[in-house]
């Protein structure tokens, strides 16, 4: 079975966009991080549930990204993992990588 690993620099983004959302509504904050953490649970049942990722240059097929409440999560599928790479808003410039 294919396992969940989340990068350290998505954890982090996760983090902040709690805090950020905290300040005006702890309980939207819970509901966001919750949603989001459920939805990429999910991934281990069905990783390429989500299409591939549109500014990932050269994606060779194993980088996905979905959005949920404005945010825009970016994953990529291994044969023994699913790496959560980032998370952010999605008024924000993407980045190219």
Partial sequence: ??????????????????????????????????????????????????????FKIGNDGTFRAFEKYSYRITYRVLKTEISILRVRHTSREPLEY
């Avoid at 005006?24 to 990722?53: C, G, M, N, R, W």
């Fill in 1 to 54: 079975m294919v396992k969940i690993v989340w990068r350290k620099k998505a954890l982090e983004e996760l983090n902040n966009i709690y805090k950020s959302i905290k300040k005006t509504s702890p309980q939207s904050a819970i509901k966001v991080i919750d949603e989001i953490l459920t939805t990429t649970d999910k991934l281990e049942l069905y990783p390429q549930i989500y299409p591939l990722d549109r």
